[in-house]
């Protein structure tokens, strides 16, 4: 079963950058290229949320409150999702997870990602 880990995140005043990785390791990729993948965030006390997601032909979507700051990428070869996260709010502080978002396997254990104000 693909295990998924994602990096990448950590505290950073409003305003700041960051970019988290998802690799889904034990996945080969003849298995991860066709998967349209997403990143999610969990804040505690709610449901895990929708950012974005690509698919294997690279469309992207995002999440209303993300669009224009948030960009997804992968990278095929390394078996890699990328979340670049820039302008960041207080509000987009949670933990971060990726997953097939189409039909989600287990999750990984995320990554926190902290905005100051």
């Known amino acids: 079963q693909a295990q998924l880990v994602e990096s990448g995140g950590g505290l950073v005043q409003a305003g700041g950058s960051l970019r988290l990785s998802c690799r889904a390791s034990?996945?080969?990729?003849?298995?991860?290229?066709?998967?349209?993948w997403g990143w999610y965030r969990q804040v505690p006390g709610k449901q895990r949320e929708f950012i974005a997601s690509?698919?294997?032909?690279?469309?992207?979507n995002y999440r209303d409150s993300v669009q224009g700051r948030f960009t997804i990428s992968r990278d095929n070869a390394r078996k890699t999702v990328y979340l670049q996260m820039n302008s960041l709010k207080p509000e987009d502080t949670g933990v971060y997870y990726c997953?097939?978002?189409?039909?989600?396997?287990?999750w990984g254990e995320g990554t926190l990602v902290n905005v100051s104000s």
């Open positions: 997953n097939n978002a189409v039909a989600p396997g287990s």
């Open positions: 690509i698919s294997s032909t690279r469309t992207t």
């Open positions: 034990r996945m080969i990729t003849s298995v991860f290229n066709p998967i349209t």
